[in-house]
């Protein structure tokens, strides 16, 4: 089992940032991809951003050239720095982690999420 522990959500006036953190404790393989989702109130959860351990990462069209996704594998974290928040950021953020067991078995857990909340 992996636990995920996410920090840094809060409440930002539009155009203010953010900075998220997520670290992974317990059963970790190095070969992972970690990330965050977020959901905003009535609608699904939707990928934000991810980062494989090789350092590859991929981000939301909505969110690119705002948000950064970085990490630290010794330290089995990520984190998201979001600039220029809108309103429309508002929701809660997830982060995931993804882990290969075997040849073909993908495994994700959650963290429970931090709420990120941006008045206009």
């Known amino acids: 089992q992996v636990q995920l522990v996410e920090s840094g959500g809060g409440l930002v006036q539009a155009g203010g940032s953010l900075r998220l953190s997520c670290t992974a404790s317990g059963d970790t393989f190095a070969i992972n991809t970690m990330g965050w989702y977020r959901q905003a109130p009535g609608n699904q959860r939707e990928k934000v951003a991810s980062m494989t351990n090789t350092g590859s990462t991929t981000y939301a069209n909505s969110v690119k050239g705002r948000f950064t996704i970085s990490g630290d594998n010794a330290k089995r974290t990520v984190y998201l720095q979001m600039n220029s928040l809108q309103p429309e950021d508002t929701g809660v953020y997830y982060c995931?982690?993804?882990?290969?067991?075997?040849?073909?078995?993908?495994?994700?857990?959650w963290g429970k999420g931090t709420l990120v909340t941006v008045s206009s």
């Open positions: 995931y982690r993804e882990q290969l067991y075997g040849s073909n078995r993908n495994v994700a857990y």
